[in-house]
């Protein structure tokens, strides 16, 4: 399987799991507000800081957008492209966010596909504090409590990224679903690695909830190859559920852009895809 160095020291734990309670969410996100303001509005309501959503539909006017590009230096091993600028809006089609806390306020990651005008299917990094919703947009998933994701330096990667944390001082006794609280970090497989945590944690079967990250290039199940090394990926449906011999299997759909602004789809081949800086989700029991 593909490894990275990152110019920075390695934690022996290569992923941050906490337990937590998870509450499912449906919402409908109104024209008018920032992605960003929205969506900090709608979990104030449920009472939440931290959650692990999906978008669909709608339409954002105006839209801004990073993709993956090469490291302009040697203390990372990849980078962000120029701002890209949509000022005349794009039709928006699905993207995955984590939402949690930067710096005590609200912050969200989110990796999405759209159409802009002209017919141009792309996938990219959102700039949540940049984007205006112009035409209502569909929220899923759910929000969690008993810890937050918060936005923390990474020793390893050089970057500051979202990391689950327990709650301090709080204990979640509120009823709500069980889950987990996933963050994985560089050169673990993205499956065999979410496949190992539900047996740790005693999960028979888990439903993926968000799912935003990178991963070292792609291989697809169906063969197909992504040969960049940097890419954005959102997973657009992933669950672990056992085999015909009982195994804990992870399926996991994802759309990605890499680094010379090419967008591929598909379902990753288990045990060749480690994760490039980050990757975050949250697992529902069952």
Same mark, same amino acid.
């Given at each position: 399987?593909?490894?990275?160095?990152?110019?920075?020291?390695?934690?022996?734990?290569?992923?941050?799991? /906490?337990?937590?309670? $998870?509450?499912?969410?449906?919402?409908?996100?109104?024209?008018?507000?920032?992605?960003?303001?929205?969506?900090?509005?709608?979990?104030?309501?449920?009472?939440?800081?931290?959650?692990?959503?999906?978008?669909?539909?709608?339409?954002?006017?105006?839209?801004?957008?990073?993709?993956? $590009?090469?490291?302009?230096?040697?203390?990372?091993?990849?980078?962000?492209?120029?701002?890209?600028?949509?000022? !005349?809006?794009?039709?928006?089609?699905?993207?995955? #966010?984590?939402?949690?806390?930067?710096?005590? +306020?609200?912050?969200?990651?989110?990796?999405? =596909?759209?159409? !802009?005008?002209?017919?141009?299917?792309?996938?990219?990094?959102?700039?949540?504090?940049?984007?205006? =919703?112009?035409?209502?947009?569909?929220?899923?998933?759910?929000?969690?409590?008993?810890? &937050?994701?918060?936005?923390?330096? &990474?020793?390893?990667?050089?970057?500051?990224?979202?990391?689950?944390?327990? %709650?301090?001082?709080?204990?979640?006794?509120? $009823?709500?679903?069980?889950?987990?609280?996933? *963050?994985?970090?560089?050169?673990? &497989?993205?499956?065999?690695?979410?496949?190992?945590?539900?047996? %740790?944690?005693?999960?028979?079967?888990?439903?993926?909830?968000?799912?935003?990250?990178?991963?070292?290039?792609?291989?697809? %199940?169906?063969?197909?190859?992504?040969?960049? =090394?940097?890419? %954005?990926?959102?997973?657009?449906?992933?669950? /672990? !559920?056992? +085999? $015909?011999?009982?195994?804990?299997?992870?399926?996991?759909?994802?759309?990605? #852009? +890499? +680094?010379?602004?090419?967008?591929?789809?598909?379902?990753?081949? *288990?045990? &060749?895809?480690?994760?490039?800086?980050?990757?975050?989700?949250?697992?529902?029991?069952?």
């Amino acid at each position: 399987m593909r490894q990275i160095l990152h110019p920075g020291t390695p934690e022996p734990e290569r992923s941050k799991i /906490i337990s937590v309670q $998870a509450e499912s969410l449906d919402a409908t996100l109104a024209p008018g507000s920032t992605l960003l303001e929205s969506l900090a509005r709608l979990l104030a309501t449920h009472g939440a800081t931290s959650g692990a959503l999906r978008l669909g539909g709608g339409a954002f006017r105006p839209f801004s957008y990073v993709m993956p $590009a090469a490291s302009p230096d040697k203390e990372h091993v990849a980078w962000f492209s120029h701002r890209f600028e949509v000022p !005349e809006g794009v039709r928006f089609v699905e993207g995955s #966010v984590t939402f949690g806390l930067r710096n005590g +306020d609200p912050w969200l990651h989110c990796h999405a =596909i759209w159409v !802009e005008p002209g017919g141009a299917r792309r996938c990219g990094h959102l700039l949540p504090d940049h984007v205006v =919703i112009s035409e209502p947009i569909r929220v899923s998933g759910c929000t969690i409590r008993g810890g &937050d994701f918060t936005v923390v330096a &990474d020793p390893e990667s050089n970057f500051s990224l979202f990391e689950p944390r327990p %709650e301090q001082g709080v204990e979640a006794k509120r $009823a709500g679903i069980r889950a987990l609280a996933v *963050r994985l970090r560089p050169n673990v &497989d993205v499956c065999t690695a979410l496949e190992t945590i539900c047996v %740790e944690h005693g999960f028979n079967a888990a439903v993926v909830q968000g799912g935003v990250g990178s991963i070292v290039g792609t291989v697809f %199940e169906d063969g197909r190859r992504v040969l960049p =090394i940097a890419t %954005e990926m959102m997973i657009r449906s992933g669950r /672990i !559920e056992p +085999d $015909a011999a009982g195994n804990l299997r992870a399926t996991l759909d994802v759309a990605l #852009v +890499d +680094d010379t602004e090419a967008v591929n789809e598909g379902r990753l081949q *288990r045990g &060749d895809n480690p994760v490039l800086i980050t990757f975050e989700l949250v697992l529902l029991a069952g």
